[in-house]
């Protein structure tokens, strides 16, 4: 750890840009190309995510109709009822085998889709970097454009091959288990997600934070491999050598290295103490539950809710939490990720300064001679402090260039 320690930010790389509405839809675009393929992804994902809340509520059936029922009756017959017992286990074993065989197809179809997405950007971003005019290259560092086309094209991978069906997945599941849980126990529900509208709030601040984060991550990594593209080619190693600057460039990679490491620390360290209060609120629910059942319970004088209802309800409670935390966590993935989009579309909207006009005609013989008339040539203002060599005999800026050369 350097002198500053691991978490030295300069205040002036925070971004605080909000999330643009037109980067989400742009980001949504790029899937259009395959809408048939999400829409299949889709149908998989609602029917897995259906078929995944029958197995708690035949939890309910199997404990109270199957197992145990009132003095010892089971649907007409002394408990345990065995032929029902053999139906409902039956179905629950059914079940899983056949949602895993459509999770294999689900995978195979959601990789190929999201793989497919960033091959397209790639392919995008490198086309069109392909028609810059020289000027940008000359005025950009290639570890820059670098970064752009690999690093933050590379960033954004799992988030579109994994989050997309990740969510959808995930709503499904969570609408799905809120009814299944409601009809259960009404009661019980708005126990277990009583503060779910402050862990909602929470993950938003959260996502914010890693955003901004992320973005300082990836232009570090951009410094860091314009350093070593500068210092570690040929021409590079050579001035190193020849002017003595091994330990300013050490040092200079140095730093930008520590930078790294405090954002990806930072990176790794916001909001995690945020899960950790979600994690332990869902692991001390269950126990809640078991109470207010035996207060009601103890009130009532009956048995109000019977062990099949609570078995399968704290059954639903795990398939709930799993899927909310994921969300949670979800979240602030894709607001982290938005800030590599960000970049990646800034590079796709650079302007062509070099265009054909409306009425060129595509030409592939070319034969005559080039003419050069009223040409003119000067260097840019150079940025302030910079010397500049005494003026020589050569021709001044945007003096006329009279020649001419024949092909």
């Known amino acids: 750890m350097g002198r500053h320690g691991f978490f030295r930010v300069p205040p002036a790389d925070e971004d605080r840009r909000k999330v643009d509405r037109a980067t989400v839809r742009r980001v949504v675009g790029t899937f259009r190309p395959y809408k048939g393929k999400v829409g299949l992804v889709g149908l998989m994902i609602g029917v897995t995510s259906g078929l995944g809340v029958i197995n708690p509520l035949m939890i309910v059936l199997v404990f109270d109709r199957a197992l145990f029922g009132p003095n010892g009756v089971c649907q007409g017959q002394p408990c345990p009822n065995l032929p029902l017992l053999y139906l409902y286990v039956a179905i629950m074993i059914a079940v899983p085998i056949?949602?895993?065989?459509?999770?294999?197809?689900?995978?195979?179809?959601?990789?190929?889709?999201?793989?497919?997405?960033?091959?397209?950007?790639?392919?995008?971003?490198?086309?069109?970097?392909q028609a810059m005019q020289l000027r940008f290259f000359t005025t950009t560092r290639t570890g820059e454009i670098q970064s752009r086309l690999a690093n933050d094209v590379g960033g954004v991978q799992s988030v579109v091959t994994d989050t997309a069906s990740t969510v959808l997945s995930n709503v499904v599941t969570i609408i799905s288990t809120i009814v299944a849980m409601i009809l259960i126990s009404i009661p019980l529900t708005i126990?277990?997600?009583?503060?779910?509208?402050?862990?909602?709030?929470?993950?938003?601040?959260?996502?914010?934070?890693?955003?901004?984060?992320?973005?300082?991550?990836?232009?570090?990594?951009?410094?860091?491999?314009?350093?070593?593209?500068?210092?570690?080619?040929?021409?590079?190693?050579l001035l190193s050598k020849a002017?003595?600057?091994?330990?300013?460039?050490?040092?200079?990679?140095?730093?930008?290295?520590?930078?790294?490491?405090?954002?990806?620390?930072r990176q790794t360290m916001i909001g995690r103490s945020f899960f950790a209060l979600v994690g332990t609120f869902f692991s001390i629910t269950p126990a809640l539950v078991y109470l207010v059942a035996g207060w009601v319970n103890s009130n009532r004088g009956s048995t109000v809710i019977a062990a099949g209802m609570l078995v399968g309800f704290t059954t639903l409670q795990s398939r709930l939490f799993f899927p909310i935390g994921s969300m949670l966590q979800v979240s602030t993935e894709v607001q982290s990720s938005l800030a590599l989009f960000d970049r990646?579309?800034?590079?796709l909207d650079l302007p062509h300064e070099i265009r054909d006009a409306p009425d060129a005609v595509s030409v592939e013989n070319v034969a005559g001679h080039v003419r050069l008339r009223d040409v003119r040539f000067r260097y840019e203002d150079p940025p302030d402090g910079v010397p500049i060599s005494p003026p020589g005999p050569a021709l001044g800026d945007d003096e006329p260039i009279p020649r001419e050369w024949t092909l």
């Open 344 to 347: 990646i579309f800034e590079y």
């Open 243 to 265: 002017f003595g600057r091994q330990r300013f460039e050490i040092d200079r990679f140095k730093g930008e290295n520590e930078r790294l490491t405090g954002f990806l620390l």
């Open 98 to 129: 056949v949602t895993s065989i459509i999770g294999i197809g689900q995978t195979y179809v959601t990789n190929l889709v999201g793989l497919n997405v960033m091959q397209d950007l790639r392919n995008r971003l490198y086309q069109h970097l």
């Open 191 to 237: 126990l277990s997600l009583l503060l779910m509208p402050l862990f909602l709030w929470l993950t938003v601040k959260v996502g914010r934070a890693r955003r901004e984060v992320a973005t300082n991550t990836q232009r570090t990594l951009a410094d860091m491999t314009t350093i070593t593209e500068e210092t570690l080619s040929v021409s590079g190693i």
